[in-house]
């Protein structure tokens, strides 16, 4: 066969048996090293030694995570199926499957199409869908390109809506809170995720003593290749709103948990929401910087690529700032950070705890105008009043707006980020109660 010689490495005894069958072949791949368990091929993939790897059934350690990692290092992979054949590396660029029984002749000729794969994927547009699970430092040095399309097959019909913003607590998951639980009263199927990293907060916000970190869970299955719509269900925690059901997986209870919620996992979590609810809310982590300063000469895991990963799958991204002179500002430097991070987002900017106090008369007028003459080309989609009583009085009793100030201005404005129409209810009045009364001449009511 024509071409250059493939360099490959197996990984456990059957794959090893292929090795002189391989060789015999003179092409077009050539065992360059047998490998004893995973470090090792990580190894070998970190020394650039090999472009392929065979491995052989019931490979432990194999996980979504770990066939990604291998796919930023340049290594295809071609998995031999088995008794116990796992479904890890399905929708996963690079990765084929060989049938049981398969010769050294056809191997070879699948290992050749699985380095084909892998190459034409890093060639086509959106070819960065692994950048954000690693950090590594040569992904300083190329221009940005656009972001990476969501992990192939099995997409469902749902949407995706990933609430970010700046750091200084702007109300990033008051706004994702909320907008799931309207959502979710109106009759909608909805699941809330919280993907916070650092200070993942939507179980306290919704009361839910919570110690199992429905988020990991998921994760976890996902990168065994495992993870399923009923599994998804079982994992999510579930809120009565309204009449309604919200789904909720929780966040990380301490945030040294964060290595638990890999991109690679958070990707499929994410794809199977899709096809468990008609829109998931994701209450995203405030920070988007780069690693590759922090892991030096390593490929370390990134700590922001939980939420670089939802902005790029977001079907929608809604930006929550503060609207005083501390948080616009923020907001206006965070989402050119955003825009270079993710291109392919288009933030609908939301300025939230908007008052008379902190900006001046007017303020959405004010606001307004001094967005067009300092903030970026995109305009703010909406404002949302600063109503503190009816926010402290929600979290409180570990409940929502629609339920513990169901008439505040707060959960109208909320309410009409999902269009959904709230009905103002009627307050009936059939006297005066026993305890107070009222004087003909006075439009007052005084207790006794």
């Excluded at 090999?50 to 930023?72: F, K, N, Q, Y």
Aim: proline share 8%.
């Amino acid at each position: 066969m024509s071409g250059p010689v493939i360099p490959v490495v197996t990984v456990g005894p059957a794959a090893g048996e292929y090795v002189p069958g391989l060789e015999k072949l003179h092409g077009p791949v050539t065992v360059v090293r047998r490998c004893e368990g995973m470090p090792e091929l990580l190894a070998a993939g970190q020394a650039g030694l090999a472009r392929a790897a065979i491995l052989s059934p019931g490979t432990g350690g194999l996980t979504v995570s770990l066939l990604e990692r291998l796919r930023d290092t340049g290594i295809a992979v071609v998995l031999l199926a088995g008794e116990d054949d796992s479904a890890a590396g399905a929708g996963v660029p690079g990765v084929r499957r060989a049938p049981p029984g398969i010769a050294a002749g056809p191997l070879a000729e699948l290992v050749a199409a699985a380095v084909e794969s892998l190459a034409g994927a890093e060639r086509s547009p959106g070819s960065r869908a692994g950048t954000s699970a690693y950090a590594d430092p040569a992904a300083a040095l190329p221009p940005l390109e656009d972001a990476a399309e969501p992990p192939p097959g099995g997409r469902g019909g749902g949407t995706i809506t990933a609430v970010w913003g700046p750091t200084g607590a702007p109300g990033r998951t008051t706004v994702a809170v909320n907008m799931a639980a309207e959502l979710a009263a109106a009759g909608s199927p909805v699941l809330l995720v919280d993907a916070d990293t650092y200070g993942a907060s939507v179980a306290a916000f919704l009361g839910l003593l919570d110690e199992a970190a429905g988020l990991a869970q998921a994760c976890r299955l996902a990168d065994q290749g495992t993870l399923d719509p009923a599994g998804l269900r079982r994992v999510a925690s579930t809120v009565a709103v309204g009449g309604g059901r919200l789904g909720v997986l929780t966040g990380l209870t301490r945030p040294d948990r964060w290595p638990e919620v890999r991109p690679a996992a958070l990707a499929r979590v994410l794809e199977c929401a899709r096809a468990c609810a008609a829109v998931t809310i994701v209450d995203c982590g405030f920070c988007l910087e780069a690693d590759e300063e922090l892991s030096f000469d390593t490929a370390a895991p990134r700590r922001n690529g939980a939420a670089l990963r939802c902005l790029e799958l977001a079907d929608s991204v809604i930006a929550v700032g503060a609207a005083d002179a501390v948080g616009v500002p923020r907001l206006v430097r965070s989402l050119t950070v955003l825009a270079e991070a993710v291109p392919s987002a288009e933030p609908r900017v939301v300025l939230n705890k908007v008052r008379a106090a902190s900006v001046g008369r007017s303020p959405e007028d004010q606001l307004r105008e001094a967005w067009e003459r300092f903030g970026p080309g995109t305009a703010i989609s909406d404002f949302l009043p600063a109503d503190f009583p009816a926010a402290d009085e929600a979290l409180l009793a570990g409940s929502v707006l629609a339920e513990a100030a169901p008439s505040s201005a707060l959960r109208r404005a909320i309410a009409g980020l999902v269009d959904v129409t709230v009905e103002q209810r009627q307050r009936r009045r059939i006297g005066w109660s026993s305890n107070e009364v009222k004087f003909s001449w006075m439009p007052v009511r005084l207790p006794r």
